[in-house]
């Protein structure tokens, strides 16, 4: 195990450097052809299960899953509006997406750690460009908020970075009353103090 300061190191450069020095295949957590086939299959499962939808909310960090959700969603689902949701102190996606190209950000500071990126994938973005129909944000407050949700009414563990796409619609910024809207919620994968402390409010 090797642990690194994101806010003083990349990542992508220690998983770089210890690939070349020990002969190891790098995998990329996201950007990479078959990661994003990978995650689309989430997006194929859903719409096989529940039918065509109006809208997806997907959560955005490095961008794999939102760039295969929105190819199975084109795919499955063509009249579908995809949107990426980010956490407001890391909006590279929304603000690449506007801008036509990627956008490298400082590394954030927010509770979905799963989300802290400084820029999505140049694989992934030429999809989220051509195929997403929009990238919104949500804060921390809204993230707890729905965390505890998730915890007291349906009994389901989930972290912050999981709960991205589901607080936004939660906001009901985001979607016209009757549509068909579906979410990916993504990971469970949060320290249980943690959990407790977040949606406990004592942090």
Known sequence: ??????????????????AEDRGLSLIPPYDHPHVIAGQGTATKELIEAAGRLDRLFVCLGGGGLLAGAALAAARLSPNCKVIGVEPEAGDDGRQSLRAGHVVHIPAPRSIADGALVTHVGGVNFPIIQALVDDIVTVSDAMLVETMRLFAERMKMIVEPTGCLGAAALLSKAHHRPGE???????GGNVDLDRFAALVGGTT
């Open 1 to 18: 195990m090797l642990f690194y300061d994101r806010y003083a190191e990349s990542r992508e450069e220690i998983g770089r450097r210890l």
């Open 180 to 186: 068909r809207v579906g979410v990916l919620v993504s």
